[in-house]
């Protein structure tokens, strides 16, 4: 079953950009985590451990044990890692940042012309967009996203892909081409 379809959707909020349009000055209640729910805060000083490094090639190896048991606590203590061995080359990061960078720098009209919202419903989880609201006092993220599906390609909604900038589906599409030509 698919992501989105394994929630009941019960509603979607505005794009984050279009409140700022309207002038909106402050994150309106839904994106304000409530005070009581708010994790105490941490000086750097104060923090235990570095952020967790999870190398991703470790995971697929005989010797993977360790490697999950450090994904599963970095998961639970810290909701976050950073992921080394994936095999992305920096180059292409720096050209995916930077078209990501640029697409969103775009006008709102030019963005939701891949909207995943179409005539007020969600019509998928590709595409430009924000959170879904699946509980009716949902805490949202304060951001839009641009959601796409790279892999497998014959999944792929180019309908739901940007336009412009102009290289940005070369950019991903031709990764994927290296990546799958790489030896393993």
């Known amino acids: 079953m698919a992501y ?3 929630f009941k959707i019960v509603g979607i909020p505005p794009i984050v950009q ?3 349009a309207r002038g909106v000055q402050e994150p309106p209640g839904q994106y304000v985590v409530p005070e009581q729910d708010r994790p105490a805060a941490a000086l750097v000083s104060e923090m235990p451990e570095p952020i ?3 190398d991703l090639s470790r995971l697929s190896s005989a010797n993977s044990v360790q490697e999950f048991a450090k994904l599963q606590s970095a998961l639970k203590n810290w909701g976050f890692f950073l992921a080394v061995g994936h095999g992305m080359e ?3 990061l720096g050209e995916a940042m930077k078209a990501a960078r640029q697409f969103f720098e775009l006008p709102l009209e030019e963005r939701q ?3 995943n919202v179409v005539d007020g419903e969600k019509v998928g989880m590709d595409g430009y967009g924000n959170d879904i609201l699946v509980l009716e006092n949902q805490i949202l ?3 839009d996203r641009l959601n796409l599906l790279v892999e497998p390609e014959p999944e792929r909604n180019y309908s739901m892909w940007p336009r412009k900038p102009h290289n940005f589906r070369d950019i991903l599409c031709e990764y994927t081409v290296r990546c799958r030509a790489r030896p393993t």
């Open 4 to 6: 989105d379809q394994q």
């Open 90 to 92: 920096s180059a292409f």
């Open 18 to 20: 279009e409140l700022v």
């Open 52 to 54: 967790p490094v999870v």
């Open 113 to 115: 012309k891949c909207s």
């Open 141 to 143: 993220d304060w951001c």
